[in-house]
């Protein structure tokens, strides 16, 4: 089965467990998400499958929309609900002294472009090995700063403990460090205490599917399709051009072949008729176009 299907990701689940059920719900074994959630978060999972899975790379640098809430009053050691307190909680101490304006300030320098630290209890690899093992088995995780791109972070609303709030940030931003430090700034501690993915990329919570939605439909693979993006609606920043029976024939086989699009964008999508993708081509010269992933 080939194609890209969003998932609302519920709590409680790892990503990975999320592909290990969709293999058993569709019966095919390639499948790989774009982006991980953590356990404690929800929403928007988007899953490749089958050959779909060689265009995981054209995903990379998609930014992704949250909404969730910080609860301050002390952090944790993986920077969330999950992890283990740091200290007591002072939240009792902090009232009504901790107000929202406050917090807003606090937000306000998490914009634009900025180096983030990434959780000690993260995928980041040190030495070849994920850091929240290293973490787990109580080693030294020496993390370094990565470059991140806020373009939106507002907080809504403080209710008791909890900021409620909604960000858009980078491929590769935490949210939980972004928590751990509005705590630290503001001296109070702080914490995440909910997350939901929105949006990654081109891809919206509205066109995502739950898992109950699918276990009825297991093994029904025409009816499993008709859930997925449409093929042309993937990669919308890369034009749709289809080509002949000749010019597919040649990038199939890896050759160059003339195709009929004339937006002089780089890369294109290329298909065989309205659904079916042959796969992705470099703009060489002109029309000239060199395939750099064939689908089918």
Not at 228 to 252: K, N, Q
Request: aromatic share 6%; hydrophobic share 40%; with cysteine.
């Amino acid at each position: 089965m080939n194609g890209l299907l969003i998932i609302d990701k519920p709590g409680g689940m790892t990503s990975h467990d999320v592909v290990n059920r969709l293999r058993k719900i569709t019966g095919e074994r390639s499948i790989g998400h774009l982006g991980t959630l953590d356990p404690m978060a929800t929403g928007v999972l988007p899953l490749l499958m089958g050959k779909f899975t060689r265009l995981a790379q054209y995903f990379s640098s998609a930014e992704k929309t949250y909404t969730g809430a910080i609860r301050f009053g002390f952090s944790t050691d993986t920077y969330d609900a999950e992890g283990v307190p740091a200290g007591p909680d002072t939240w009792p101490g902090l009232q009504p002294a901790l107000t929202l304006d406050q917090v807003r300030v606090a937000a306000g320098r998490f914009h634009g472009e900025m180096e983030q630290m990434p959780p000690p209890y993260s995928a980041k690899k040190i030495g070849g090995k994920p850091a929240y093992k290293l973490a787990r088995e109580g080693k030294p995780v020496e993390l370094k700063p990565a470059t991140v791109h806020v373009s939106g972070f507002e907080i809504d609303a403080l209710e008791g403990a909890d900021a409620r709030f909604s960000i858009s940030i980078s491929a590769g931003g935490y949210i939980r460090a972004v928590a751990n430090e509005i705590g630290q700034d503001l001296g109070c501690g702080a914490h995440l205490s909910s997350l939901r993915r929105t949006q990654a990329g081109a891809f919206a919570l509205s066109e995502a599917h739950t898992l109950d939605e699918l276990y009825p439909l297991a093994g029904n693979t025409e009816a499993l399709e008709t859930l997925c993006v449409h093929p042309r609606s993937i990669l919308p920043e890369m034009p749709a051009v289809t080509g002949d029976e000749r010019a597919l024939g040649r990038l199939r086989n890896g050759a160059q072949a003339n195709l009929p699009e004339f937006s002089q964008a780089a890369m294109v999508k290329v298909f065989a008729d309205q659904r079916e993708l042959v796969g992705i081509a470099k703009r060489v010269a002109g029309t000239l176009f060199q395939p750099v992933t064939v689908i089918g």
